[in-house]
């Protein structure tokens, strides 16, 4: 997001002074970055999105605002890197009424985009490549304009089947080795696990069923409904090493364990007691099927063995205020990351636990409450961040301050980058337009797709800058 003079704003502002309303007396100030809670818009001046710094960017809205969502695994190819893509996901409204509110089912296709250098060549090779970046530029906005016309769209096609679910979804997930069953948390209480495999099976064998968003509420049953919960919560997980292995907790600060039992689902009675306040969130192990984590109003962390009882095997402190969320590295299983209520968020390491601290990085970049946290699936040392400070943040770990190559980028760019020094050197990316925002999650089958939801609806983007390895596949 970027600062720039509003034309028209300025325009009327000359106006008011009698002045003359021509370009020429529009105001010029170079263009910079805009840091939230640091910077203030001065009079004629508006926020910008910066298109250049993404391979893709879409926004969309499905009315009801939305707390909740996961993506769908699909049979469509790993790793995919060409344009455009479709993708697969589930929703849960939050909307004013009880019975207003529904889980959709989406399939979104035509998600275009454009590969972009990290280094422009506009600003590597001179005047000529610059000109030659106008005339690709001219040429894009050409492009879009006959898609209007009749020509290839880029715009993202929205399909949807909704299924009527009483009460706000809280939170959703769906079981990562069978993508049509799907678990929602309702803030009536109840926690329900659906199969949505006709939904899905409709949305891949039409490119018109529920087009446009337009589609009847249908009426479905859970395949269970328990209610043994003593109030509502948000944290759920499935495990991803024992398939319909689930885990549910409320904000009484209880969790139950769920097994799966010939095509349904037995739920413990009694619940894992360990914390003092509201869980909050969930994660199971990447690597040892009978270990998961919870955080806690109560500001810690803490990590249980299913096989040793009903309490943790170890807790401690994660931060000053309540912790929201935690994620689970999936490429580095001893790695924990969790975010605060008071903006901070931090890494732990799980095998140098001393004096009840794992904490080996720790950021206060963000000023509000942390609501989303997630490792990218493709590279170890990488993670996204949500806050309510309306911005989504992408990190780099491995990441340290080297001058030497600040200096031969600003030589290579003309010191054209008008970036703030203050920021951390692991902050690769800083994504903002959002309000609200809740949830994000990457795509684990498209690398360096990111989704995220917030009440002004959905954004998918794609940052130019995010370099994917994929992980070691050895045997």
């Given amino acids: 997001m970027v600062r720039s003079i509003n034309p028209k ?19 010029s100030i170079p263009t910079r970055v805009w840091q ?29 605002p939305c707390l909740s969502f996961d993506i769908l695994g699909d049979k469509l190819g790993l790793n995919r890197t060409e344009f455009p893509h479709t993708l697969y996901m589930v929703a849960g409204t939050q909307a004013e009424k009880a019975p207003l509110n529904s889980i959709g089912v989406f399939k979104i296709s035509n998600v275009s985009g454009k590969r972009r250098d990290v280094v422009p060549k506009t600003l590597v090779n001179g005047d000529d490549a610059m000109e030659d970046e106008d005339d690709e530029d001219e040429d894009t906005d050409s492009d879009d304009e006959e898609s209007e016309d009749g020509g290839a769209s880029t715009v993202p096609v929205i399909q949807v089947r909704r299924v009527a679910h009483h009460g706000c979804v ?17 803030d009536s209480g109840h926690v329900q696990v659906w199969d949505m495999s006709s939904h899905l099976n409709a ?40 398939p319909g292995r689930l885990l549910s907790g409320d904000c009484m600060s209880m969790i139950h364990l769920w097994e799966p039992a010939s095509g349904s689902w037995t739920v413990d009675p009694i619940p894992l007691a360990g914390h003092t306040a509201s869980v909050e969130d969930l994660q199971w192990s990447p690597a040892e099927a009978n270990v998961f984590a919870s955080c806690s109003v109560d500001k810690t962390v803490a990590v249980w063995d299913v096989r040793t009882g009903k309490s943790p095997a170890l807790s401690f402190k994660a931060h000053d205020a309540d912790v929201n969320v935690i994620s689970w590295n999936r490429l580095a299983s001893c790695m ?29 970049y963000h000023k509000h409450p942390i609501t989303s946290i997630e490792w990218s699936a493709h590279e170890s040392s990488t993670l996204a961040v949500s806050s309510g400070d309306n911005q989504l943040t992408i ?22 980058v008008n970036t703030p020094q203050d920021l951390p050197p692991q902050l690769l990316f800083v994504h903002q337009g959002q309000k609200d925002l809740k949830e994000l999650h990457w795509h684990n ?31």
């Fill in 36 to 64: 939230p809670g640091v910077d203030k818009l001065e009079d004629g001046e508006e926020l910008q999105c910066d298109p250049s710094v993404y391979n893709s960017l879409h926004g969309f809205h499905v009315g009801w």
């Fill in 395 to 416: 990190w780099d770990l491995s990441l340290e301050k080297d001058e030497e190559e600040e200096a031969e980028f600003k030589a290579q760019t003309k010191e054209q």
């Fill in 170 to 186: 809280n939170r959703i997930r769906a079981m990562p080795q069978s993508p049509h069953i799907c678990v929602s948390w309702a």
């Fill in 9 to 27: 704003k300025a325009k009327r502002k000359n106006k008011n002074k009698g002045e003359a309303s021509s370009s020429s007396s529009i105001p």
């Fill in 445 to 475: 089958q498209i690398p360096g797709m990111i989704i995220s939801t917030a009440a002004d609806g959905f954004n998918i983007l794609m940052p130019y800058n995010i370099q994917n390895t994929l992980p070691d596949l050895a045997p």
């Fill in 203 to 242: 949305l891949a064998e039409s490119e018109t069923e529920g087009k446009d968003g337009i589609s009847p509420v249908l009426n479905q049953a859970p395949l269970v409904n328990f209610s043994g919960h003593k109030d509502e919560g948000y944290a759920i997980d499935w495990s991803p090493a024992t």
């Fill in 336 to 364: 924990l990351a969790s975010g605060s209520d008071d903006g901070a968020f931090s890494i732990h390491d799980l095998r140098v636990i001393k004096d009840g601290d794992a904490k080996v990085a720790h950021f206060e």
